[in-house]
């Protein structure tokens, strides 16, 4: 039967992954470390040999652990606290994994590693590990200290651009190689995706299940948690994305749900599950010999985790407005890499691009990064003391002034609530234009299948084409007259700001009137012409496309109104999902 | 990649299991239907055809269902809602469990089907579903009242005799026969394996679990649980037991433990999980032409599950002493079968005895059978009503004298008293017997092994043997003492009742004197004869059997104390994790 050595390799794994992570935890080590090397032990590479038979199902639920990882993480994520955190988490963010990148591949090509290998290297060395992280700050008790909370932050950041990095690798990896243009272009349809299936998702999912949730069944709420899990990851999968993306995204969108507590009961356990089969695959792989042969790697390489990190998170910290000693237990505490390096090594190699020795290696980097975690948490305060009385006088007077001239020339008052107003604007108008191209994309995507049903009553495809791109017109048109509102706000403000009295003396009133008038049209122009560039698949022959300007332009004007209560009822309901969250008590 | 095609499965499952489950919940069905009607939709016998691709991954997950099934069935037993459940749930429901095999095997039998699938047939009517029982007398509120009360003591025996009838099965269908000595000597290894497995398990495991849920945390104990369950699962299949077996037994040995309401609280979405898939699994089993050429065995079993079930229980009610009326509730509460047949038919299918015809029939009656329940509940008031009126008086009358008598004979005051006195020393007796017998197994199990490592300082076999038995002898002191001394208390006790001084006159005390010496004594003889017939593979020359014997005795004579000591240490540490997990408040 071969449920029995399923059962057997199950059984295997959860009974030396418990005695060895009780181990671990005695011995105050993180249980993830525990399960790699429960993995070792029962692998194939180590005595007792072969403890596992069916290695393939147990590398699918493997895959299963990641996905459910990657929810949770989605899970704790919340868009609420990302527009919090604030100018030093995306600085120190960036920094660091703009430094890594460059720093994993610059060692990966001294070592004579091809191309991709080494730019995986840099993609694995990029993202520090939230679970060891958040382990290690509870162990020592410093969780509620503020450099924690800046390192919260940054890790916040970090999985949206690690999702970034996984969908640009993904690209590069399939078209195998690395222009300017496909990066712009793979970006912004990711953030175009993320828009989009953020702003549906959150409209929909959480009423799905705030009514599920009425039943008062657990049972019914997992599956449908699941089965929305899934489901959008196996969508995410059709666009060609990774699982990872889909996973994380939805556990964003329903971390944005009523019933977040109750879920992340629910799912703890299966997370647990399969996480722990996961880590455990992760140390099945690990080959002694190749660790010994790549051991030079893995040293220069573990030292550049932890030199690169402190000094690029560091760095960041403190161009950010932090005084030294903060920066430093920021870059020290986020020196490791963890579960996000794993799955970016494991994306490697199921995409067959990079070396077989590329896992283990970063498996063991991780690992000795792990340990020296708390150690380095620990070192920083003595270390910046120490460094404080090395330092010149006048290095460190610089240095301070610095932190004085930040916060000198941050917006107070009066401006920062400006400021705070125009950043407001742009996001709404970037999330309708999103939503707008999202539509025409869509139309592009499907006009194929459409025009197979058009065929019968319309036989010219540039009719056809008509029919599809005012389709897509007419459906935009709400968000479209939306951006025309914002913008219109946004170009008074500025004509208010930008036209004083003393410049344009008795022509103030009507100069901004035309400044306020004129820039939104001109962003419209703007963005129809993008809009063509963007579907151009489906763009109508010129005579049409002024027939369906015309008529858009008719129903803007007579609906204008409707569309506008449509568009407020929808903007509301989101803001409500947003708001209601808080109130929830979380 | 293979795991893409395994969560297209995992999405579609949970995809339209939650939609119908949500459908089925609102037409206040049982979730249970919901995911087999669910599994049918997506199944390959139905359109939209092939939604599943990787059959074989889901059906190992689906074994994992059962397990972790009859591993919560196992936590939510107990030991001491087993001595609670008193004559009625046992009457009723060997009562039960009789008919519906021996009628389910006639039905098989008058259809023209083999033997093997008439067994099969029998053994799956037998037991009704607690599952579906909870589900309905919840939702009509009658969760409190008397009958069903009564109806889970029925359950809860009926798990018991389950267990047993799996086993008895799977030796059956290995050995193609039915000998009463091969039935007898089945279910006495089964219930020697219990008795020591639950012995030895409350021993143990409630000490591991204390100890891990000291960590506190979740994971941890999570997988130590599952590890348990697993490894427990592998062991009993090793002794060539079902894993449903050893997955209900550990359940039975965890619920002892202090962290029940934890486990549960774990498990329960993984149990809700992979039991979605198992039940789903059955629905993709379900073939509609199958179906339709069953139809009349389908409809002829349906009602001679609801009939025979009523019939049985109820009369095994009425038999323990309880009305009219609560005896046809309780026979028509039980008017079903469910996940346990479904167990029943997959062994059979498994083993590969059974025709692949009698699964969807299982299925299908269950599916009838289960949607009649509610209906069944309800009914069985206006039905009593109706029956009392439709009654002869003369009939009514002596069926009211029947409770009558049956409450004058049962023993009351101090004759209860006694009658619990005696029960409690059989049971210790019986216990650690139990207990004499399996080191005595064990030692033959070994000594192949045993003798192995021997064979450098000792070459005569008859020597290995008599070492071998002498240790079991030696490891089975304390029990066999702890035996002894209770049948001495037991003897005296029966010496006191049965020789009055109006018969023995003057040598009342003399004659008791010698019954209460007599009686263990012989019993002793009776037990090492015994153990001498099961010990026979290892049984040592007689003249090495007298040495041991005198070395034995020796040994008992100078350690009589401690020995007694070991002994009431280990009850008492029994005996506490039993007691202390009621302090649990449970």
Known sequence: ????????????????????????????????????????????????????????????????????????????????????????????????????????????????????????????????????????????KMKNERFAQLIFGVLIV??????????????????????????????????????????????????????????????????????????FCLLVVKLEYSMVLGAFLIGAIMAESRQLLKIERLIEPVRDLFSAIFFVAIGLMLDPVILWEYALPILVITCAVVLGKMLSCGLGAFIAGNDGRTSLRVGMGLSQIGEFS??????????????????????????LTTLMTPYLIRAADPLSLKLAQVMPKRVSRVLGMYGEWLRSIQPQGQGALLAAMIRKILLQVGVNLALVIAIFFAGGYFAPRIAEYLQGWMIKSSWQHGLIWGAALLLSLPFLIAAYRKLKALSMLLAEMGVKPEMAGRHTQRVRRIIAEVIPILSLLVIFLLLSALSAS?????????????????????????????????????????????????
Request: glycine letters at 8%.
């Open 538 to 586: 489906i763009l109508p022959t010129n005579e049409l496309l002024i027939g369906i300007a015309v008529v858009a332009a008719g129903v803007a004007a007579v609906l204008w109104r409707w569309f506008i209560r449509v568009h407020t009822r929808m903007q509301v309901a989101l803001l409500e999902t947003l708001d209601n969250h808080k109130e929830g008590g979380h």
């Open 342 to 367: 794993f799955i970016i090594a494991a994306l490697g190699m199921t995409l067959q691009v990079t070396s077989s020795f590329l896992y283990p290696v970063a498996v063991a980097v991780s690992v």
């Open 158 to 231: 970090e999985d949206i651009l690690g999702i970034g990095i996984i969908a640009l690798l993904s690209s590069i990896a399939v078209s195998g190689s690395v222009s300017p243009e496909e990066v712009f272009s793979t970006v912004g349809k990711l953030s175009l995706f993320m828009i989009v299936a953020l702003v549906i998702g959150i409209l929909l999912v959480p009423r799905v299940l705030a009514y599920v949730a009425r039943f008062e069944s657990n049972e019914m709420l997992l599956i449908t948690v699941l089965g929305l899990c899934f489901g």
């Open 1 to 140: 039967m071969h449920a029995i050595s399923f059962i057997q390799d199950l059984a295997v794994i959860m009974l030396v992954a418990g005695v060895v992570t009780i181990l671990f935890h005695r011995f105050k080590q993180p249980v993830v470390l525990g399960y790699i090397v429960a993995g070792f032990i029962i692998g194939p590479h180590t005595p007792p040999f072969g403890l596992i038979h069916d290695e393939q199902t147990i590398k699918t639920l493997a895959e299963l652990g990641v996905i459910f990882l990657m929810f949770c993480l989605g899970l704790e994520f919340s868009l609420r606290k990302l527009f919090k955190v604030g100018a030093t988490a995306f600085i120190a963010a960036f920094m660091e994994i703009t430094l890594m990148i460059w720093i994993g591949y610059e060692i990966g090509r001294w070592f004579d590693w091809n191309t991709m290998d080494s730019l995986f290297l840099g993609a694995i060395l990029a993202i520090s590990s939230t679970t060891i992280i958040v382990k290690a700050l509870n162990d020592l």
